[in-house]
């Protein structure tokens, strides 16, 4: 008879294969076995009428991060970590940022020991390529990937981030001979800047006319243009933060084609609206993310893009500036929706959010919340099969939810270190009462039982999109072998 450490009794045991009332014991950090019935290990949970699920995998986050207009996040390892905990997560995958001049290999290196020292989850992160020189090229990412920093974010648009399409294309390159899986943010910079510069040049300067700025249209048509460039290599491709009816069509109809094409989104483009921003003052500011919040319409095409499975993630995006000078607000109530810090806070909420206003509803299933949450994830970022999943051999990273427990969101009551969130006085139904990472109980009924610095750093295997046998046209493998092993200054 194996002597389990932990037991968890009589739940109702959901993955995203599978819905069954039983008993979960481990061992070692470790699942040992899942069975309709299990003898009662050193310690036991009883979890009738609870939801028993995998740990929450927030792929999607900014944590200790500079932005490119020089603000710090609100939220460092140690906080960050914290609040996602308390939100039914197990593991974060926040980005180390590169800006320009920088080292990419300086800038992993650092964020790495920082995680190392603070977070009480365990991790990974994604790196942000804005300055793809020949070292970053030739040395820094393709040493990274091998160590298991799988995945890596580009973007399109913010003058000191942005890559041109050429640029594009050496990092798409990259990925595709090392094994990685670039991100993107698609947005055309050009039809922002445009708008905006007209705008401002009309005295309209107020928080609302940020979502004006960043047209649907400049989103629709950066996912085509990133969809397209991908196909030049045949590289799988991730766009994140969808918030359009358009940016979810290009995807569908690419991926209708066989392309291997994924995309993601996050509660604030299933639950804000442009409407939100255009209130008196500066208030807007607390809505101000990029993309912006859209329209019931392209609501209504993400909940449906969720539900057929053509945005296979759900993030929080979690952007965390505080209300400030030091954040949101850089000229005080004289701040013009161009110096706004560009970002909402999520993390805690990401779970519970996305539980009352999709499965409560009826939107969506169990083991759909369970994929959108963790599962899909792990598959995509290569953390899978020791995260996102209830099997044995994986990491006992256990979310026991009370799917009654109703909570209203206030700033006061949630972990992070922003001081607001944009979902003040929302109330939302079912919530994490127990979240377990590798056997461990972690947060029990409110309490924090995790140590600063325990979390482990997850080194990463091939993505899930790499991993499937895919043939590539002659032109590709053409394209894919003169692309030269040393790029030149």
């Known amino acids: 008879m194996t002597d389990f450490d932990l037991t968890l009794h009589n739940g109702r045991i959901v993955t995203a294969e599978a819905d069954f009332i039983g008993d979960i014991g481990i061992v070692d950090g470790a699942i040992a076995a899942v069975s309709a019935k299990l003898p009662a290990g050193r310690r036991a949970i009883d979890a009738t009428g609870r939801l028993v699920m995998p740990g929450g995998i927030d792929s999607h986050c900014h944590v200790e991060q500079l932005s490119s207009m020089g603000v710090l996040c609100a939220d460092d390892w140690h906080s960050a970590s914290i609040s996602a905990a308390y939100g039914g997560n197990t593991t974060i995958v926040p980005f180390a940022a590169q800006h320009r001049g920088q080292s990419l290999r300086q800038v992993a290196d650092a964020y790495a020991a920082s995680a190392a020292e603070k977070s009480v989850i365990d991790y990974s992160y994604h790196l942000i390529v804005s300055d793809p020189t020949p070292d970053t090229l030739n040395r820094d990412l393709p040493e990274l990937i091998r160590a298991g920093i799988t995945s890596f974010k580009v973007f399109m648009t913010y003058d000191k981030l942005k890559l041109d399409d050429r640029q594009l294309l050496d990092v798409f390159a990259i990925a595709a001979r090392e094994g990685a899986l670039p991100m993107v943010h698609a947005e055309n910079n050009d039809v922002i800047s445009w708008i905006a510069r007209h705008l401002l040049a009309a005295g309209h300067k107020a928080p609302k006319y940020h979502a004006v700025s960043h047209d649907p249209i400049a989103e629709s048509e950066a996912t085509q243009r990133a969809i397209s460039l991908a196909a030049v290599l045949e590289v799988p491709v991730l766009i994140v933060h969808v918030s359009t009816q358009g940016g979810a069509q290009a995807i569908h109809a690419a991926q209708t084609l066989g392309a291997p094409v994924y995309g993601e989104t996050c509660p604030h483009y299933l639950l804000l609206t442009a409407e939100d921003i255009d209130i008196p003052g500066v208030e807007g500011a607390k809505f101000c993310c990029s993309p912006p919040p859209r329209d019931p319409v392209s609501q209504q095409a993400l909940w449906q893009s969720l539900d057929s499975g053509t945005l296979a993630l759900l993030s929080s995006d979690h952007a965390p500036y505080r209300y400030d000078e030091s954040g949101k607000l850089p000229a005080g109530d004289a701040t013009t929706f161009k110096q706004i810090a560009n970002g909402l806070p999520g993390l805690e909420v990401r779970m519970p959010l996305l539980f009352s206003e999709g499965v409560r509803s009826g939107r969506l299933s169990l083991q759909q919340f369970v994929a959108l949450t963790s599962t899909n994830h792990a598959r995509m970022y ?108």
Do not use: C, N
């Open 382 to 489: 290569g953390l899978h099969p020791k995260k996102g999943t209830l099997s044995v051999g994986a990491d006992a990273d256990i979310a026991v939810w009370d799917p009654e427990k109703t909570v209203t969101l206030r700033a006061a009551g949630l972990h992070d270190a922003v001081g607001y969130t944009p979902y003040e006085g929302r109330q939302v139904t079912g919530w994490p009462t127990t979240v377990i990472s590798r056997g461990e109980v972690i947060v029990d009924d409110g309490v924090l039982r995790a140590e600063r610095g325990r979390g482990r750093f997850i080194a990463r295997g091939l993505p899930a999109p790499l991993q499937k046998t895919r043939e590539i046209s002659p032109r590709a493998a053409l394209l894919r072998k003169i692309f030269p092993a040393v790029i030149e200054p």
